[in-house]
């Protein structure tokens, strides 16, 4: 059974920073790309960050751009968010995801084919 497991959500105040793991079980995704998505209440879920199968091309959303970092390792199978200088509207639930194309680099939600359950990230003083 193939399961994505978030981890490292919680409250933290404006300027604060969390780092997001996203360890997957089940089968290996060294070969496909993964990424990371939010949604806050009330809205649409939204793209946040992706990396390539072998992490050397990565995107981010323009809200998000120069404040949080993508990362990955293969040998872990494990993807992570590192989010810096968080703001109130990054208040959201963060997604992992694993593409579902073999070495494909999307943003689309139609991409990608295993979701984790979701981590609650609260930015507030």
């Known amino acids: 059974q193939v399961q994505l497991v978030e981890s490292g959500g919680g409250l933290v105040q404006p300027g604060g920073s969390l780092r997001l793991s996203c360890a997957a079980s089940g089968r290996t995704f060294s070969n496909y790309a993964m990424g990371w998505f939010r949604q806050a209440p009330g809205k649409e879920r939204e793209f946040v960050s992706v990396?390539?199968?072998?992490?050397?091309?990565?995107y981010y959303a323009d809200s998000v751009k120069g404040r949080f970092t993508i990362s990955r390792d293969n040998a872990k199978n494990t993807v992570y968010l590192q989010m810096n200088s968080l703001k109130p509207e990054d208040t959201a639930v963060y997604y992992c995801?694993?593409?579902?194309?073999?070495?494909?680099?999307?943003?689309?939600?139609?991409?990608?084919?295993?979701w984790g359950q979701g981590t609650q990230v609260t930015v507030s003083s």
């Open positions: 990396i390539a199968w072998n992490g050397g091309t990565t």
């Open positions: 995801a694993a593409g579902r194309r073999y070495r494909v680099l999307s943003m689309r939600e139609d991409d990608y084919g295993y």
